[in-house]
């Protein structure tokens, strides 16, 4: 079945002040531990991240990164059955 999504379904415009943050959060993910599945972000992963990059978050920007990622995995446990 395919067609035209209905628009309260459109996501929202991406929020290009933000591309920055969001590549942040690409570059932590792909650094992501893994066990069973994947790990949160932690606040090391966050330190390490700071210093090898040269990036220095504000804490808004820190509370961004965290939220990302708290999105993330519940969008990977909305998939389990």
């Not at 932590?28 to 330190?47: E, M, S």
Request: with cysteine; hydrophobic share 45%; glycine share 8%.
């Amino acid at each position: 079945m395919g067609g035209v999504l209905p628009p309260e379904a459109e996501p929202p415009p991406f929020p290009v002040p933000l591309a920055y943050v969001w590549s942040w959060f690409s570059q932590l993910h792909g650094a992501r531990g893994a066990g069973f599945g994947p790990c949160p972000l932690t606040w090391l992963d966050l330190d390490a991240w700071s210093r090898f990059t040269g990036n220095v978050p504000t804490p808004w920007e820190v509370e961004l990164l965290m939220a990302l990622d708290a999105e993330y995995l519940n969008s990977l446990a909305d998939k389990k059955p």
